[in-house]
């Protein structure tokens, strides 16, 4: 049997051009035309004046929360409905995650719950550091409300949009809102260059300083001087290839996850068991992942059971992210909580979305899932 995958690369047809042009041209380093080619049609999709392509999403986090000049003991307020590379990052700076529960309309950051945690912190003497936010499952979050709340207790906005690429909010891009914003190209995301990332900003000096920090900080003279510390964090031009290729098709990609989206929601939408998150007002997603709710009527952990099912068939589902404010290694970290990331992790289950499952595919893990309902 054929293995369904939850999400797989979905090469088009340009990437093992730009690839051969790379080695053809003898450009195999960690810069080069296609680096810059890459950065470029990034910058103009995401609407950001600079782009600096990276070795991973995390690294890009971590890039971001240097050029703060995060430091021991800071805090810094993250989402805990996310994957934990949102937070690893910040432990990287030995500063300190304080997790914020999501609200119920975007599954992401709660506003109210911010500026709670963020007088709370205030009233402890502590000034947060900086915020990050997440557009999970491409998704975006609240981000007039959340935007404000930074603004106006002046703390930076870190947006991990690693998941949404391709997803707006009142018609502005993912990746523009915050004082800088990553992006991840992993193996998963809704297009790869197999591993990495990107940082991106409005301020061209951010995107000019991070660069040469991720370049092993090496001052501009013709011997090796370092007057900081310095990564090792660029993309391979031969990766940024790959990257230039899925760029010319990301639309078609988008296109084809909320057409899978809209499959589900149209197969499975009218069980009464199964719930659909649809995109409030204004709001568009990639719909990275297509994600489920199963009402508590048909009983709790049905959600694993029906992931244990659907793999008897050798089709691939996966758990929601766990919330971080429940991760033994998080378990010190304080958090500000309201059940909801609980309930989603309790509760859902992400379906097989990637744009290069057949139609025949679909159709079956649709049947599986009908089948094991009734
Ligand atoms: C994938 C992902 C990351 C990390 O990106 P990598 O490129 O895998 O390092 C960070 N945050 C979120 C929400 C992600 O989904």
Redesign the pocket.
């Known amino acids: 049997m054929e293995r369904v995958w939850l999400s797989s690369p979905h090469m088009g047809e340009m990437e093992k051009v730009y690839v051969a042009e790379a080695f053809a041209t003898n450009w195999v380093a960690p810069l080069g035309p296609n680096v810059e080619a890459f950065e470029k049609q990034l910058s103009e999709y995401v609407g950001v004046k600079g782009v600096l392509s990276l070795s991973?999403?995390?690294?890009a986090?971590h890039l971001a929360l240097k050029m703060l000049g995060i430091k021991r003991d800071d805090i810094v307020l993250c989402q805990s409905f996310?994957?934990a590379?949102?937070a690893f990052p910040i432990t990287y700076c030995d500063a300190t995650p304080v997790f914020i529960d999501s609200e119920r309309d975007t599954w992401n950051m709660d506003p109210e719950l911010l500026e709670k945690a963020i007088k709370d912190q205030l009233k402890k003497g502590k000034k947060p550091a900086a915020i990050m936010v997440?557009h999970?499952y491409g998704m975006p979050a609240k981000m007039d409300e959340i935007a404000a709340i930074a603004q106006a207790y002046d703390i930076p906005l870190i947006e991990?949009a690693?998941?949404a690429l391709g997803s707006s909010y009142k018609g502005k891009a993912c990746g523009s809102f915050g004082k800088m914003g990553?992006l991840?190209?992993?193996g998963n995301?809704i297009i790869t260059t197999s591993?990495?990332?990107a940082l991106t900003s409005n301020d061209e000096a951010i995107i000019t300083k991070a660069r040469f920090l991720a370049t092993q900080a090496r001052e501009p003279v013709p011997y090796y001087l370092h007057k900081e510390i310095g990564y090792n964090y660029r993309l391979s031009n031969v990766l940024a290839g790959i990257g230039r290729g899925q760029m010319e098709v990301l639309p078609q990609r988008i296109d084809r996850r909320r057409e899978i989206f809209d499959f589900y929601k149209n197969e499975l939408g009218n069980s009464g068991s199964i719930h659909f998150f649809d995109e409030p007002e204004g709001l568009f997603s990639n719909r990275w992942l297509t994600t489920v709710l199963f009402d508590k009527k048909i009983g709790t952990g049905f959600n694993e059971k029906l992931r244990v099912e659907l793999e008897k068939f050798n089709i691939e589902t996966r758990a929601l992210w766990k919330p971080l404010h429940q991760q033994p290694v998080f378990a010190g970290c304080d958090s500000y909580n309201n059940g909801v990331s609980d309930e989603l992790f309790e509760t859902g289950l992400c379906l097989p979305s990637g744009s290069n499952i057949s139609g025949e595919n679909l159709e079956k893990v649709v049947y599986e899932i009908k089948r094991f309902l009734s």
Do not use: H, Q, R
């Open positions: 991973s999403g995390t690294g986090l996310t994957f590379a949102s997440v999970l991990d690693a998941e990553i991840s190209f992993n995301k591993g990495g990332g």
